[in-house]
């Protein structure tokens, strides 16, 4: 298993509905999780971070932890065409040195 | 203006000639990482520095050089071993959350 997987895309989404990405990861000892945006040729982007179970709420996006399923999601309500991005979960794994690992990324595309 | 500089932006250098990028910091954050990405790639950590004069190969340290002089300052060297140095190179600071900030990159192709 890969220490953190993501669905590497491209996922297309029509203008105005919901964004849904997904990410799993191998270590259960993992306490801090983020998604990260990266538009193309340019450097990533911190938009969330989150650290326990549950939901967590930022404006348009909500990340979404499962540890006991070691899954993280983030959601995108009412998407537009500045959405379209590559975005990458990453994990502070505890098992590495505490480094954090990045997933190769899912390519988004919002459809005008 | 808090912030992590990266120069020069685009970099070219001909094989066999080692070359240094620059990283900058003003975060005050005591962690910072350099990162390669390959086209259609996520992130390899080159090396990383938790405090001043002291730093760890990562995953890929092999062809690359770093020192930690200063808190500001990680700079990378890519010397002439390192085989397939065309690549987009990210440095990174890391705030106690363990939330990691970026620099604006250094793209660097060498013929």
């Known amino acids: 298993q890969k220490e953190v997987e993501q669905n590497s895309g491209p996922l297309s989404v029509p203008e105005g509905a919901i964004a849904s990405l997904n990410c799993t990861y191998s270590d259960r000892g993992s306490q801090s999780f983020f998604w990260y945006r990266q538009y193309s040729g340019k450097s990533p982007e911190l938009i969330m971070s989150i650290y326990s179970n549950g939901d967590k709420e930022d404006g348009r996006f909500t990340a979404q932890l499962n540890k006991a399923s070691q899954y993280v999601s983030l959601l995108i309500r009412d998407s537009q065409p500045s959405d379209s991005a590559t975005y990458l979960c990453a994990v502070n794994m505890r098992n590495r040195d505490d480094k954090i690992i990045f997933g190769k990324g899912t390519r988004l595309h919002i459809l005008p | 203006d808090g912030g992590i500089t990266q120069s020069p932006k685009y970099l070219f250098r001909k094989e066999g000639q080692n070359v240094t990028l620059s990283c900058e910091q003003n975060?005050?954050?005591?962690?910072m990482y350099w990162y390669r990405q390959d086209p259609g790639q996520g992130l390899r950590l080159i090396y990383y520095s938790q405090i001043v004069n002291d730093f760890q190969k990562g995953d890929i340290a092999e062809g690359y050089s770093v020192s930690r002089e200063k808190k500001e300052s990680f700079p990378l060297t890519v010397t002439s071993a390192q085989k397939n140095p065309t690549a987009f190179y990210l440095c990174?600071?890391?705030?106690?959350?363990?939330?990691?900030?970026f620099g604006p990159g250094t793209r660097l192709t060498v013929t």
């Open positions: 975060l005050n954050h005591d962690a």
């Open positions: 990174a600071t890391k705030d106690p959350l363990y939330e990691q900030y």
